[in-house]
């Protein structure tokens, strides 16, 4: 099976793209806002992070670069055992935290 995680991020106004609408639609929840798709998203159900969401942090990044935004997005994955990761995104770097202090269930 694997360990498995979900995910969300913070709300931005840096729109979506259509190449990472078409990438990642059948994973991925999407906002609206007036008409057009923008952050936050977050994971339709729990996913292998390296399996089928692999990439999708490195794509959030090519989003921000491609619209000359110096936003920073936080995405939190939350994993299976409740385990909290947070990555700070932006156009120029990737930065994972994990959240020591989370709740982790028995």
């Known amino acids: 099976m694997g360990y498995r995680s979900t995910f969300v991020t913070t709300d931005t106004a ?21 008409g057009k798709r923008t952050f936050p998203i977050s994971s339709r159900l729990e ?5 089928l969401l692999s990439g999708i942090e490195e794509d959030i990044q090519k989003v921000l670069a491609e619209a000359n935004s110096d936003s920073t ?3 939190v994955w939350m994993g299976e055992d409740g385990a909290l990761t947070q990555v700070a995104i932006t156009a120029k ?5 994990a959240l020591k202090d989370s709740l982790v269930l028995p």
């Open 47 to 51: 996913y292998k992070r390296h399996g």
């Open 14 to 34: 840096v729109p979506i793209p259509p190449w990472f609408y078409a990438r990642w639609s059948p994973q991925v929840h999407f906002a609206e806002y007036e």
């Open 93 to 97: 770097a990737i930065v994972p935290h």
């Open 73 to 75: 997005i936080l995405l």
